[in-house]
């Protein structure tokens, strides 16, 4: 039986743009939508054989860009060295603040650039996850 891959997904929020209209196309129902093989033979007008075969080359070309240039991999260790900074901050908030009241400015424009992040991370991609 054919298995989804779902770090493919999150390839092909990175690297999406490279492959071809129709492979993209069919990358996109199988992973973003959830549709079947069927129903995306049915959509596009060809066999479930020809999606099956759209979408291991396509996998494969995701696979292939991924070794070469390892951006899915660098994004997920800038995120999670993010998230430790953050955890850091938060707690610093806790701990320091108290005791020195003149660094409450930096600690608001820290805040904000920590929502600011998140926010964009949401909007980029809601499905990001670690790979």
């Not at 929020?13 to 990358?27: A, I, N």
């Not at 060295?81 to 901050?89: E, G, I, M, P, S």
């Amino acid at each position: 039986m054919f298995e989804k891959n779902l770090e493919m997904s999150f390839l092909l929020d990175f690297y999406g743009d490279v492959l071809g209209e129709r492979r993209r196309e069919v990358m996109s129902m199988y992973y973003n939508e959830d549709l079947s093989l069927s129903e995306i033979a049915d959509e596009i007008g060809i066999s479930r054989q020809g999606v099956r075969d759209l979408i291991k080359k396509a996998e494969e070309e995701l696979s292939v860009l991924e070794k070469k240039l390892g951006l899915a991999q660098k994004f997920g260790k800038v995120r999670a060295c993010a998230d430790r900074f953050f955890t850091v901050l938060r707690v610093l908030r806790q701990r320091i603040f108290p005791r020195f009241p003149s660094i409450r400015p930096y600690l608001r424009q820290a805040r904000r650039e920590e929502r600011f992040f998140r926010s964009r991370e949401k909007t980029a991609n809601l499905r990001l996850s670690p790979i």
